[in-house]
């Protein structure tokens, strides 16, 4: 992995299920040996050349001649991940042979029959195991009606709770401020109070940032998550209906408006330049952010600022603990892949195999196997810190809810112009929920009538 991340983070979680205007097929049930091939263009007799299409750092080249050097009779033409390309492709039939996109939001595109059930493959492989796999797996599986439960369609390669906290103790220290607990969670009245406290003005200019939020990579997850931390739901039961005019629902919008005015933070009416919370937090002009596990990779090398940083547990708003991922990347394999057997094999390598031993021990994310948990860096005081803190919340993993009718960025982007105008007070709260829930159910009721 690389510093560009968390900008590839941030691309993929605003773009999650964002896979449109693709052909629904008829039938997502292949499973091993029911369309592969012994044959392709590739050069040598029997050889097969297997396109993958993946973030720009997730296979180096080393790790291809690895694994074809592992597996004589397949070749790999990698593609860079472009999610236009790939409904392109999509659409056209004739998609890569394996790809890879978030969990969180997978719905959609298993719903529509784009990927294939990858169960059969699971039940037979001696490398990945279904009791192996983390609980953010939950939000690839879909059993035609709801998430969680049914075959799985994905599996992750790394993720993050990302509602968890990394916070710089000078910061605190500067303001009086006690530190976040490493085990108990600070409801969401008491982080805003903390907040105001750290936040630094000078005239009109903010110095210090009390609190981001990484408001422009995602507003329906950490909005959903405080629902249900309230013992709520955001859908109805057939996920064909949304409410934010719920009191739980409410009550998750007013402490984002509420946020917006104390301007403590960034928003969409006051972003960062480069839309992210890390270079920021970095120059130490940000106390608190809400980054999962993953954002502590940024600081390996920053001995600037990883001597003052520690995580903290997801926040509360309510009284059930719940801290979900809010993607979750992972390899699926399209429904129509020409080379579903070979994209196995390269699943197995990317999964379990050197990438993964490599991913896990960089930091950048959690491994998407239990067994892998133990690579995870502990040399410095901080990354230790974090990961006793990591591992600690992995308890309170739940996957996020999800409609298989509407994608992830839709959603934030109805939620975000309506919390804009309740900030600007161009309109009330309760205003703002009932927009937001008439602009949702509207694209809920496009995409039902679409999928069926």
């Not at 074809?68 to 790939?86: F, M």
């Not at 509602?163 to 103790?169: C, G, H, I």
């Not at 690579?375 to 600690?392: E, G, I, R």
């Not at 937001?436 to 039902?448: C, M, V």
Request: with cysteine; hydrophobic share 40%.
């Amino acid at each position: 992995m690389t510093r560009s991340e968390p900008l590839s983070r941030r691309r993929l979680l605003a773009g999650a299920a964002a896979i449109a205007g693709v052909p629904l097929l008829s039938g997502c049930n292949a499973g091993p040996s029911s369309k592969s091939s012994s044959g392709g263009s590739a050069p040598g007799a029997g050889t097969v050349t297997l396109t993958v299409m993946f973030g720009a750092e997730d296979l180096s080249k080393e790790q291809i001649a690895d694994f074809e050097a592992k597996n004589p009779g397949i070749k790999i033409q990698l593609l860079e991940y472009d999610l236009a390309r790939l409904n392109a492709m999509l659409a056209s039939g004739n998609p890569p042979d394996i790809t890879i996109s978030a969990a969180v939001g997978s719905a959609n595109t298993n719903a529509r029959g784009l990927a294939t059930d990858l169960t059969p493959y699971l039940d037979k492989s001696q490398v990945l195991k279904k009791d192996d796999l983390q609980p953010v797996n939950e939000s690839f599986r879909w059993d035609g009606t709801k998430i969680g439960q049914g075959p799985y369609y994905g599996i992750v390669k790394d993720w993050s709770q990302d509602a968890t906290l990394w916070y710089n103790t000078a910061l605190f220290d500067k303001a009086k401020v006690p530190y976040l607990s490493d085990t108990e969670p600070t409801t969401y009245d008491e982080l805003l109070a903390i907040a105001k406290r750290l936040t630094v003005k000078d005239g009109g200019k903010t110095l210090v940032f009390g609190l981001g939020l990484e408001w422009a990579w995602s507003l329906i997850s950490p909005i959903a998550t405080m629902v249900l931390q309230q013992g709520a739901q955001l859908f109805n039961e057939d996920l064909t209906e949304i409410d934010f005019t719920t009191p739980a629902a409410r009550r998750a919008i007013q402490w984002y408006v509420d946020f917006g005015e104390a301007g403590v933070g960034p928003t969409s009416l006051n972003p960062l330049p480069d839309g992210s919370d890390m270079s920021t937090f970095s120059a130490k002009r940000m106390a608190i952010t809400q980054d999962g596990y993953w954002f502590g990779g940024n600081f390996v090398d920053n001995k600037e600022i990883n001597g003052s940083i520690r995580m903290a547990p997801a926040p509360i708003m309510g009284d059930k603990r719940v801290s979900p991922s809010y993607s979750g990347q992972g390899a699926w394999i399209p429904a129509e892949a020409k080379h579903k057997d070979e994209a196995w094999k390269l699943m197995e390598y990317f999964l379990a195999g050197p990438p993964a031993e490599k991913r896990a021990t960089s930091g950048w994310g959690i491994p998407g196997l239990k067994s892998l948990a133990s690579k995870l860096p502990q040399d410095l005081p901080y990354q230790k810190q974090a990961y006793t803190v990591a591992q600690n919340e992995l308890q309170y993993a739940v996957p996020l809810p999800e409609s298989p009718y509407v994608t992830t960025d839709a959603c934030n982007v109805a939620l975000d112009k309506q919390l804009q105008r309740a900030i600007k007070k161009e309109q009330t709260v309760d205003a703002a929920c009932a927009a937001a829930t008439a602009e949702i159910n509207k694209l809920l009721k496009q995409g039902k009538e679409q999928i069926g």
